[in-house]
């Protein structure tokens, strides 16, 4: 996991798309614009000669997507991940404890 600046001077950390969750959000490059959500595995078969993942752009209104290789490296915001640990932390503290 190596820390990326892009032009804008933004922290990015640069990790295998197969290390993030169903659902989260990441750049292709350190300096794209569009913005993909991680979908549902598409195993290693004869028609997909490698294990990838079919990501959707945030953009798109027709539900098409891409599929990218499992172990392609993507870029992920770094305060966006501060952002779920500091949410999943105050659920936990704030959680009515039975």
Same mark, same amino acid.
């Given at each position: 996991?190596?820390?990326? &600046? =892009?032009?804008?001077?933004?922290?990015?950390?640069?990790?295998?798309?197969?290390?993030?969750?169903?659902? @989260?959000? *990441?750049?292709?490059?350190?300096?794209?614009?569009?913005?993909?959500?991680?979908?549902? &595995? =598409?195993?290693?078969?004869?028609?997909?000669?490698?294990?990838?993942y079919?990501?959707?752009?945030?953009? @798109?209104? *027709?539900?098409?997507?891409?599929?990218?290789?499992?172990?392609?490296?993507?870029?992920?915001?770094?305060?966006?991940?501060?952002?779920n640990?500091?949410?999943k932390?105050?659920?936990?503290?704030?959680?009515?404890?039975?």
């Open positions: 996991m190596a820390i990326v &600046y =892009n032009k804008h001077g933004e922290m990015l950390k640069a990790i295998p798309l197969k290390s993030l969750k169903r659902g @989260d959000q *990441f750049l292709r490059k350190p300096d794209a614009t569009k913005v993909f959500y991680k979908e549902h &595995y =598409n195993r290693k078969s004869w028609h997909n000669p490698t294990p990838s079919t990501c959707m752009p945030n953009d @798109d209104m *027709f539900g098409s997507g891409v599929c990218i290789n499992a172990k392609a490296i993507v870029f992920v915001d770094v305060s966006l991940s501060n952002w640990d500091i949410v932390a105050a659920n936990e503290k704030y959680s009515k404890k039975a």
